[in-house]
């Protein structure tokens, strides 16, 4: 039986969106995406990133990109922390439910880097401190699922 491995390569244009709300924490989500597009073999010119005004709007700006048929992955980069209200759960439902939906829908692998946390310093660990950059890992997570995708459709295969 044969495997599909996906593998961190590059697999055409990238499509980064970023929340604007907590933007100190979004810049250095985006710093790791772009860091792992890079060893990928997906240079600056082949790295589209769109602004957004917070995480409720990732799913609208993921599908407005995925409609385009321009990028063989979508990642998509926010930050929502708890607080005293249920304003958390309907947002980050929400952005999770719409990110969903924009991958099933357009067959696109949508890297889910929106992060829920309970804090801001729990963010900031996730966000190049000590957990890692979660960028890079949605980056990493939407680069291996299109080459996976492109191996499925036959236009790779493992050995490339």
Wanted: charged share 25%; net charge neutral.
């Amino acid at each position: 039986m044969p495997e599909i491995p996906g593998r961190l390569r590059a697999t055409g244009r990238v499509a980064v969106i970023v929340s604007r709300y907590n933007e100190r924490v979004t810049r250095r989500l985006l710093e790791g995406a772009r860091a792992c597009c890079a060893a990928a073999g997906a240079g600056e010119d082949r790295v589209d990133v769109v602004w957004v005004a917070g995480a409720f709007e990732l799913p609208m700006a993921a599908a407005a990109a995925a409609a385009t048929g321009r990028y063989g992955c979508v990642v998509a980069l926010g930050v929502v922390v708890r607080g005293e209200t249920p304003h958390f759960e309907y947002v980050a439902g929400e952005a999770t439910r719409g990110l969903g939906r924009v991958a099933l829908e357009y067959r696109l692998p949508v890297g889910f880097g929106l992060l829920t946390v309970d804090t801001l310093e729990q963010a900031e660990a996730r966000a190049g401190g000590a957990a890692g950059n979660k960028g890079y890992e949605a980056a990493e997570a939407a680069i291996t699922a299109a080459d996976a995708l492109d191996q499925l459709r036959g236009n790779r295969n493992a050995q490339d």
